[in-house]
């Protein structure tokens, strides 16, 4: 399954992602975890526990900024794991959440490009 990290400075990023997901239509599964599909039928699947062996990937491993605008602290900052096989999907579902949350959110891309989520690109992003 193709996926990314949603990266926030908001401790409460799964929650709030959660919520306004749900407010969407998505669907609460066992556990934490929440799927939204989309007109087209594509899911959207959003966990709020990592595996601890994922942290040094979206903490520390090689990251490159898509933009000049301030990224989180990745010290001290929160993810949530996403998966989608749709970059469309992702990046329109994405780019609403960016404006409906109250803490900017990123997204760490599968070659570690760190994105506004606002900015994503559909074609350029990579899950």
């Known amino acids: 399954m193709k996926g990314a990290f949603l990266v926030s400075d908001d401790s409460e990023l799964y929650e709030e992602v959660r919520d ?59 993810a949530c794991w996403v998966e989608c096989r749709s970059e469309e999907a992702f990046s329109l579902i994405v780019r609403r959440l960016a404006h409906e949350l109250s803490h900017p959110l990123w997204v760490l891309d599968g070659d570690g490009v760190l994105w506004p989520a606002d900015e994503i690109d559909p074609a350029q992003v990579r899950l």
Do not use: C, F, H
């Not at 556990?31 to 990592?50: A, I, S």
């Not at 601890?52 to 602290?73: C, H, K, L, V």
């Open 20 to 78: 306004a997901l749900l407010r969407s239509g998505a669907a609460a599964a066992a556990g934490d975890v929440v799927q939204l599909r989309d007109e087209k039928g594509n899911l959207l699947t959003v966990y709020g526990q990592l595996p601890s062996a994922t942290e040094w990937e979206w903490r520390e491993g090689s990251i490159t900024r898509r933009s000049a605008s301030d990224a989180p602290n990745m010290a001290t900052a929160t």
